[in-house]
């Protein structure tokens, strides 16, 4: 079984839908991520937390928000879902200690907003 | 802010060849870096690590380099292999040691 598992993996919605994205993961680490990646803009950070009581914004917030319902578990929602956030979105986790900052992914989930 | 930059976007050679993949980033004051391989609908997979402290790292046919002071790492693929089509992606970890800032990547595809 994959230690990040993202669901669903592809989705096709209609603008100003809500939509949720839910990351799982089975490696014990505190600290999850959720980045976007669009063509000829890398992968950006929407949101991290350090630990379940911890949410902070990244680099590009705005449209979205999260929570972190335990260790494993860290959602990504979308209130009202437009065009421009059609994006391949993935989920990261790291260990506060032991490999020093190594991130490991989800397979992305594939949001198109029509 | 940091500012992360990959060259060339894209790469094609034939098999057996060696090959250097290029990242610079803007801000020297960085906690670490990592090279991740992007596998099409799949997720990213890091390859190697390296502290801010370290030169270089491998990992079997892989080393990666740093250079904090220039702002430059390389990633060497020794004796290229089809299996080796990917999109290598750059990382620089920002001084809290949890933050990456992700360059465009590298789409290198190896010819048998």
């Known amino acids: 079984d994959a230690d990040v598992t993202q669901t669903p993996r592809n989705r096709i919605t209609k603008t100003g839908k809500r939509i949720m994205l839910e990351c799982s993961q089975t490696?014990?680490?505190?600290?999850m991520y959720w980045y976007r990646q669009d063509p000829g803009l890398g992968l950006r950070l929407i949101y991290y937390?350090?630990?379940?009581?911890?949410?902070n914004k990244g680099e590009i917030s705005d449209g979205y928000s999260v929570s972190r319902q335990a260790q494993a578990k860290f959602s990504l929602s979308l209130e009202s879902a437009i065009p421009n956030q059609t994006a391949l979105y993935f989920c990261?986790?790291?260990?506060?200690?032991?490999?020093?900052?190594?991130?490991?992914f989800g397979p992305g989930t594939r949001l198109t907003v029509l | 802010k940091q500012e992360v930059t990959q060259i060339p976007a894209a790469l094609s050679v034939p098999e057996g060849e060696n090959l250097v993949l290029n990242c610079s980033f803007t801000?020297?004051?960085?906690?670490?870096l990592q090279w991740f391989r992007q596998d099409p609908g799949k997720g990213l997979t890091s390859l190697l690590l390296?502290?801010?402290?370290?030169r270089e790292q491998t990992s079997g046919r892989l080393n990666a380099s740093l250079d904090k002071s220039s702002g430059r790492s390389t990633l060497y693929i020794a004796a290229s292999q089809p299996g080796d089509s990917a999109t290598y992606l750059c990382?620089?970890?920002?001084?809290?040691?949890?933050?990456?800032?992700f360059g465009e990547g590298t789409q290198l595809t190896v010819n048998p």
């Open positions: 390296i502290q801010s402290s370290q």
């Open positions: 801000d020297s004051a960085i906690y670490n």
């Open positions: 990382a620089v970890g920002e001084t809290s040691g949890s933050r990456l800032t």
């Open positions: 490696k014990g680490h505190d600290r």
């Open positions: 937390s350090f630990d379940v009581k911890d949410i």
């Open positions: 990261a986790t790291s260990d506060t200690t032991v490999a020093q900052g190594v991130q490991y």
